[in-house]
């Protein structure tokens, strides 16, 4: 948790196997801060930890997802010099190659490293490290209001929170280049023509066919198995050859087959009934896939 022991700039609740974190500074459209850092951290630490957690859902609260970084400090909001040092990112996250680590990275790869499936649920605007906090979700969904815009060549720095990695991967070298170059905001439609998301729906149907596909997971799927193949669809997105998935694929497949889930499973399928998994993803096979995301180096 933060240090005071309280959510103050999201919302975190578990319903029914489902966990949702809402963004919630809506008198600032969701502007990102290092407080709504700590939290974001603080609330998937918290999921990782809990058995009873099968699929997350962000969303923001009013009428933005997240409107990019707080700019309430005017021109020297980007600027670190002279700040307190307990201030500093460093201070609370560590540096990476000599200097402190971005915020928006440090959101983005603690969703990226999460043992359970994220879905995005993107309402209104979605900028800056608003967007870029996206792109490690495994599904991206837009009410048909949502804007998009990687907007950071026009604020004079560069895309964040890792998405030189992500966003190419995600949309394609093209249209990343596109997007970042240009720094425009787009709409919801361009978004899904470009497959940053993966539907647009009406505004008022977008919570609901967030929760609705994360049930389907909650209801039906053993969470080792979810949380293994997570992180090897997205490790094996850096690998050099398929014959990397292939040997990965070839480890997960004996030591998952041997055991309950896997027992329950087909036995489920031909009685015809709901499985039962009796396997935990906090205990059961955690080390299948080599750490995803892997740590910084400190120092």
Avoid at 272 to 296: C, G
Wanted: net charge negative; with cysteine.
């Amino acid at each position: 948790m933060p240090d005071d022991g309280a959510y103050t700039e999201i919302e975190y609740s578990v319903t029914d196997g489902i966990a949702t974190i809402v963004l919630d500074r809506p008198d600032r459209m969701n502007a990102f801060t290092g407080r709504m850092c700590d939290e974001l951290v603080a609330a998937c630490d918290a999921i990782d930890a809990d058995d009873a957690v099968r699929a997350l859902v962000v969303t923001g609260r009013g009428r933005a997802f997240c409107a990019g970084a707080d700019l309430g400090e005017g021109g020297s909001t980007f600027d670190d010099r002279g700040r307190d040092p307990s201030e500093t990112k460093a201070a609370r996250y560590g540096e990476v190659g000599g200097v402190g680590r971005d915020r928006g990275g440090v959101v983005a790869l603690r969703f990226a490293a999460l043992q359970v499936p994220v879905i995005g649920a993107i309402n209104g605007a979605a900028v800056g490290v608003g967007a870029t906090m996206t792109l490690p979700m495994d599904v991206r969904l837009a009410g048909a209001s949502a804007r998009f815009g990687f907007v950071f060549a026009r604020r004079g720095i560069v895309p964040e929170a890792a998405s030189s990695w992500f966003l190419p991967r995600v949309v394609g070298i093209s249209r990343a280049m596109e997007w970042a170059m240009t720094g425009r905001v787009f709409d919801a439609a361009e978004a899904l023509e470009g497959r940053l998301v993966a539907r647009v729906v009406p505004d008022e149907a977008l919570l609901d066919t967030a929760y609705g596909l994360a049930r389907e997971v909650a209801e039906n799927t053993s969470s080792v198995s979810v949380a293994v193949t997570r992180h090897m669809m997205w490790s094996m997105l850096s690998a050099a050859s398929p014959w990397e998935a292939h040997a990965l694929d070839s480890r997960a497949i004996v030591e998952l087959g041997r055991d309950a889930d896997a027992a329950e499973g087909v036995t489920a399928f031909l009685e015809k009934r709901a499985p039962r998994f009796p396997l935990r993803r906090t205990r059961d096979h955690t080390d299948l896939v080599p750490e995803w995301p892997a740590r910084p180096h400190e120092g």
